[in-house]
């Protein structure tokens, strides 16, 4: 019924295309992730089986979506970027967004048990999701800034605020020992009480993860002769490492292009 009667609804689709030329970012989130958390006793600060099952969908989403050239993840978010010349859905806006997120989230439920072996999953997780775009490259850059400085914030609140209460206060008088500190005096804290050198806690909680395209060795089996064959394949690999500085993008020119 290519022109029925009925068509005319149509025109009432309103028209989100992003304008081109500009990086596009999307975020998703986990929603109301603080109970969510709690309902499945996520290890305090950091469960390391919820990073990786986050990571995992990340990678699966890189691997489904080739637009994509980078992404960043923390807690309960993932940043997804796409490059200036991308034209993915006509650039758009909510058939991105929808697609990568719903992705997400189903790669987050079929994966579960993976990451969380016997512990059930109690109900469904959701993920919300934006898409905004940035002009310029130094705007993508202070945005992916702006997620990975809020990862350091949260990670050394948190990795302070739970070695006092593992220490054996309150979390009422950890909160009171925080209030008005600065970075150096958290520090100072886990240092001298703690015993915990901040510096030294791995990488993956205090920079979150940025996953890009590396080259990767891969041995597959041919069909044709059953001999293994070597091929460089780009795989996206999560790394942890500082991308506010700019070291990481002087030695990656190719992902601002
Ligand atoms: P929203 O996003 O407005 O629906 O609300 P939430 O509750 O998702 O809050 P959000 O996104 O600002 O913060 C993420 C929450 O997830 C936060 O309460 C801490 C929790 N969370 C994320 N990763 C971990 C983890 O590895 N361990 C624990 N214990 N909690 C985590
Ligand atoms: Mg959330
Ligand atoms: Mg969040």
């Known amino acids: 019924m290519a022109n029925s009667k009925y068509e005319y609804v149509r025109q009432f689709e309103t028209v989100d295309k992003i304008i081109p030329n500009t990086w596009l970012v ?26 990786d099952l986050m990571n995992r969908c ?53 994966r579960w048990s993976e990451y969380f072996g016997n512990v059930t999953l ?13 002009p310029s490259d130094q705007n993508l850059r ?16 948190n990795t302070t605020f739970w070695a006092i209460v593992h220490s054996g206060k309150t979390e009422t008088q950890a909160e009171e020992d925080l209030r008005g500190t600065f970075s150096k005096d ?3 804290i886990l240092f001298t009480q703690h015993d915990i050198n901040y510096n030294n806690i791995e990488q993956i909680y205090r920079k979150g993860s940025f996953i890009i395209r590396q080259k990767t060795k891969v041995t597959s089996i041919s069909p044709n ?6 091929r460089i394949k780009l795989i996206p690999t999560p790394l942890h490492i500082d991308i506010i500085g700019d070291a990481f993008w002087t030695e990656h020119p190719d992902l601002l292009k």
């Open 225 to 230: 002769t059953g001999e293994p064959v070597e």
């Open 58 to 110: 990340a990678v699966e989403v890189m691997k489904d979506i080739k637009d994509i050239t980078m992404a960043y993840g923390q807690s309960d978010e993932y940043s997804f970027v796409l490059p200036k010349s991308s034209n993915l859905y006509a650039r758009r806006a909510s058939k991105i967004s929808s697609t990568i997120v719903s992705m997400f989230a189903a790669n987050y439920v079929m």
């Open 122 to 134: 109690q109900y469904p997780p959701c993920f919300d999701s934006r898409v905004v775009c940035y």
């Open 142 to 157: 202070d945005y992916l800034s702006w997620r990975q400085a809020d990862c350091h914030i949260n990670n050394l609140y």
């Open 186 to 188: 958290k520090h100072e």
């Open 26 to 51: 999307v975020r998703i989130d986990g929603r109301g992730f603080h109970r969510f958390s709690q309902q499945h006793a996520f290890d305090k600060p950091n469960d390391r089986r919820a990073i």
